[in-house]
């Protein structure tokens, strides 16, 4: 399942009334407008009850290093996490949220390579490499999935870590001989996931709707990773898993977890 918390950290391609949802390529989805909409100050992603834990635990596995967030959107994490003293730079493949992340915060406090997280390099030395909120999924290949952790590697100084935060796939919530789960009905909203199993992928479909008979729709394509498969892949890198918790907050991973944050070490 991929967790939506308020406007979806993801690609999603909208389009107003009956339209076909038109899946498209990352580069041409986060543009402006998706970029001008994603900020949410004080709710969904950004309340502080969601983003003050996870700056928190980052801030404390930088452990006096510098950071280096892939994907970093438009600061969402690293502008608090660099107000709490640690230096942040980023991996970004759209201008458009950089743009947005400009208003926050100049070069010289943030500096951001524009690019893709599986193999776009950023100057200097790393304590710390982190990617939040489900966007190694983005990646709809194994090969590159390997290939951002191989380049997270290459960022860390030995002793470094990587943690990714991750959604675990909700395969045991599909009803027999159907591929499809509802995981949000909201007033106004419903998301579904569409599983190909063969494949390892899913489409997450969000409909937003008010008094009118016309909905908007949305969609994003990703490719699903269990936290075994992402073990085996920290392993291939050099990283070997130091902790896994259900949240920002430590709680204890299980079964029935849906979500999680692994740390990896070099």
Known sequence: MIVLVSRPSFPVKWVDGAGTMDLVE??????????????????????????????DRLASLAGGGAALEFAIGTGRVAVPL???????SGVELSPWMVEQLRTKADEAAIPVVLGDMATTH????YTLVYLVFNTISNLRTQAEQVKC?????????????????????ALRKL???????????DPGYVGVDV???????????????GDG?????????????WPAELDLMAQL????????????????????????VSVYRL
């Open 195 to 209: 599983y190909d199993v063969l494949r390892q992928e899913l489409v997450s479909h969000h409909f937003t709707f």
């Open 237 to 260: 890198a050099g990283f070997e898993l130091e902790s896994r918790h259900a949240d920002w907050s430590g709680a204890e991973f299980t079964a029935e977890s849906e979500s999680h």
């Open 175 to 185: 009803p027999p001989g159907q591929d499809a789960v509802v995981f949000r009905n």
């Open 26 to 55: 990352q580069k041409e989805i986060w543009d402006a407008e998706t970029a001008r909409r994603y900020d949410t100050p004080g709710t969904g992603m950004f309340a502080p009850e969601v983003l003050g834990p996870a700056v």
């Open 122 to 125: 950023v100057p200097g030395e």
């Open 82 to 88: 660099a107000a709490r003293g640690v230096p942040v």
């Open 213 to 225: 008979r016309q909905a908007r729709v949305g969609s994003g394509r990703f490719r699903y990773v």
């Open 149 to 169: 952790f191989r380049n997270a590697a290459r960022h860390l100084v030995p002793g470094g870590r990587f943690v990714v935060e991750l959604g675990v796939p």
